[in-house]
């Protein structure tokens, strides 16, 4: 009842974490341990015999238990994406793989275009597609069309930190979707997570929150209990709203004096 | 010689070098590493058959951090 289902693989964890931006791999290693996370994205770039010692993967590795979710960061079509994808398979083993399309650096916007086109392809080529995408409940549903496993939209820019500006958008995506909706970007504390969570996200991809935190590893643990409690509330049955007040006390007059 | 382009740059490589030779060659025999030559995936078990020719176009590919 309490795992998150993609595709047939299972997942007691709801948090996902993205691997940029820590400040070494000893942190970001005790963050993806204290996180309690099974799944992980990482990017692909060109080897560099620079940096021969640094060394992701077999980082990555050492960790039980642990998924890799590819992603493909730095592909601004379609064909980059895809190319990227079936690259980034034989290299993870796995065939989960975040579509990440932004071609405006200033803003990292998901491109719907060449995402929909991009998941299209991978779908059909039996990969475990995640598409990070816009707060857009047609397009999501479009995405579940042609196969998606999840889908993952934004709750605001990449990194900004300014937290879920799409909720409206979020609930409308989750009333609408068959597959597990998770919200990744713009996460900055752990009550959004929470609170998405709440909301009837399946997961959250926190990356940003975690790494640019002063703390990173005492953070991930804040995550993923208010995860978990989101999820447990949602679970739970969060009661409705009232426009008045509901009384909690009797309204029975004290010691039976007045009528 | 031959002239290969690894990752962008020009190289020369002894003829009759195979993929395995340029990843030693590259140091990147340890790490975990995709090969594509033109544009095709080069698996784990054909590296060391594999024979680039001239002007082969190879990338090396590796995991980074990233969100």
């Given at each position: ?85 079936r690259?980034?398979?034989?290299l993870s ?36 597609v ?17 196969g ?12 900004s930190g ?19 909706v998770?919200?990744?970007a ?23 929150a ?22 447990r ?23 039976g004096?007045?009528? | 010689m ?12 002894d ?11 590259m ?9 594509v030559?033109?544009?095709n ?12 020719q ?14």
């Amino acid at each position: 009842m309490n795992e998150l289902k993609i595709g047939t693989y299972t997942f007691t964890s709801r948090l996902i974490l993205g691997t940029g931006k820590f400040g070494n791999i000893k942190t970001m290693v005790e963050s993806i341990r204290r996180s309690g996370t099974q799944m992980v994205t990482v990017a692909l770039r060109r080897f560099d015999p620079e940096q021969a010692d640094q060394d992701l993967f077999s980082a990555l590795s050492s960790i039980e238990g642990l998924t890799l979710m590819p992603n493909t960061s730095g592909a601004s079509t379609a064909e980059e994406a895809v190319r990227a994808a079936r690259i980034s398979r034989e290299l993870s083993g796995s065939p989960f793989i975040k579509v990440e399309i932004h071609p405006n650096p200033q803003h990292l916007m998901p491109d719907p275009i060449e995402t929909y086109e991009a998941c299209r392809i991978l779908a059909s080529e039996g990969f475990l597609v995640m598409p990070y995408v816009p707060a857009d409940p047609v397009l999501a549903k479009r995405l579940e069309d042609v196969g998606c496993a999840p889908v993952m939209p934004l709750g605001s820019a990449i990194g900004s930190g300014q937290g879920i500006a799409t909720s409206e958008m979020i609930r409308l995506i989750i009333r609408e979707s068959g597959i597990p909706v998770i919200v990744d970007a713009g996460l900055r504390s752990p009550s959004e997570a929470c609170a998405a969570m709440e909301m009837g996200c399946e997961a959250v991809l926190v990356n940003s929150a975690i790494a640019a935190a002063a703390n990173p590893p005492e953070m991930a643990e804040a995550f993923a209990g208010a995860v978990k409690a989101g999820h447990r509330a949602r679970e739970a049955g969060i009661m409705p709203k009232s426009g008045s007040a509901v009384a909690t006390s009797p309204l029975t007059s004290f010691l039976g004096t007045a009528s | 010689m031959i002239t290969i382009t690894i990752n962008g740059e020009k190289r020369e490589f002894d003829e009759g070098s195979t993929v395995s030779d340029v990843l030693n060659n590259m140091g990147a025999e340890k790490q975990r590493v995709a090969v594509v030559v033109n544009e095709n995936i080069i698996y784990p078990e054909n590296r060391s058959s594999v024979v680039l020719q001239e002007n082969d176009d190879v990338e090396l590919l590796v995991f980074v951090e990233g969100g």
